[in-house]
């Protein structure tokens, strides 16, 4: 019988993380949820138990704890709390992937925090340098989780990193997630497609989405 794949999901009580533990509630999957807020991220159990058959769900007291037991870590924080929680959980990630999905947004929405030239991930990847850091799901706005067909095309969600097996690991969990996978290169790309989701908000704040938008590449 083949193993279930440990992912853990830092910040699972956020816009973003519950909606990516949702997504990925699976019976081949095992969840570990971290939360701040532990008595949200218990609900957050609760809630996907009960719409999902055979998952497996723990709520997890301190993300080293669930970083430790995973075989996949998702950062489902702002780019602003990356720093800390590298810290805590670098221990426990030595070759383990590692997902950033954070978008160092100023508070403005017109800039990013990020000095040119580098990017969120980069700058995690410096933090963890044990572990395979891979960007993936900033490109997608919390409500593209339930509904990942926008005007009858799925969503791509884009992927960056060094590493062509952990891509290819977390490729699946984007399909798993009812997204289209795109390798859009090195995890040195992660700075352009930080910058795509800015520019997706910025759309989003003048044309009124609704924060339901996705990038699709037609060809």
């Given at each position: 019988?083949?193993?279930?794949?440990?992912?853990?999901?830092?910040?699972s009580?956020?816009?973003?993380?519950?909606?990516?533990?949702?997504?990925?509630?699976?019976?081949?999957?095992?969840?570990?949820?971290?939360?701040?807020?532990?008595?949200?991220?218990?609900?957050?159990?609760?809630?996907?138990?009960s719409?999902?058959?055979?998952?497996?769900?723990?709520?997890?007291?301190?993300?080293?704890?669930?970083?430790?037991?995973a075989?996949?870590?998702?950062?489902?924080?702002?780019?602003?709390?990356?720093?800390?929680?590298?810290?805590?959980?670098?221990?426990?990630?030595?070759?383990?992937i590692?997902?950033?999905?954070?978008?160092?947004l100023?508070?403005?929405?017109?800039?990013?925090?990020?000095?040119?030239?580098?990017?969120?991930?980069?700058?995690?990847?410096?933090?963890?340098?044990?572990?395979?850091?891979?960007?993936?799901?900033?490109?997608?706005?919390?409500?593209?989780?339930?509904?990942?067909?926008?005007?009858?095309?799925?969503?791509?969600?884009?992927?960056?990193?060094?590493?062509?097996?952990?891509?290819?690991?977390?490729?699946?969990?984007?399909?798993?997630?009812?997204?289209?996978?795109?390798?859009?290169?090195?995890?040195?790309?992660?700075?352009?497609?930080?910058?795509?989701?800015?520019?997706?908000?910025?759309?989003?704040?003048?044309?009124?989405?609704?924060?339901?938008?996705?990038?699709?590449?037609?060809?």
């Open positions: 019988m083949k193993a279930k794949l440990v992912i853990a999901i830092i910040g009580t956020g816009n973003m993380g519950t909606s990516i533990a949702k997504s990925l509630a699976h019976p081949n999957h095992k969840l570990l949820l971290f939360s701040n807020d532990l008595s949200k991220a218990k609900e957050l159990k609760t809630t996907i138990e719409n999902t058959s055979l998952v497996e769900v723990e709520v997890q007291e301190c993300p080293g704890e669930a970083s430790w037991e075989d996949i870590v998702i950062l489902a924080v702002p780019f602003t709390a990356e720093s800390e929680i590298a810290a805590k959980i670098k221990p426990y990630v030595t070759q383990k590692v997902i950033s999905i954070a978008n160092p100023n508070n403005n929405y017109d800039g990013l925090l990020t000095a040119p030239g580098t990017s969120a991930a980069e700058e995690l990847q410096k933090q963890l340098p044990d572990a395979i850091v891979i960007k993936a799901f900033n490109t997608t706005f919390a409500a593209d989780f339930a509904q990942p067909v926008i005007d009858g095309k799925q969503t791509d969600a884009f992927i960056a990193g060094d590493n062509q097996a952990a891509v290819n690991a977390v490729a699946e969990l984007v399909k798993v997630a009812g997204f289209n996978p795109v390798h859009a290169g090195k995890l040195s790309v992660s700075s352009t497609l930080e910058n795509m989701q800015l520019l997706l908000i910025q759309l989003n704040i003048q044309n009124n989405y609704n924060w339901h938008a996705g990038w699709k590449i037609l060809h």
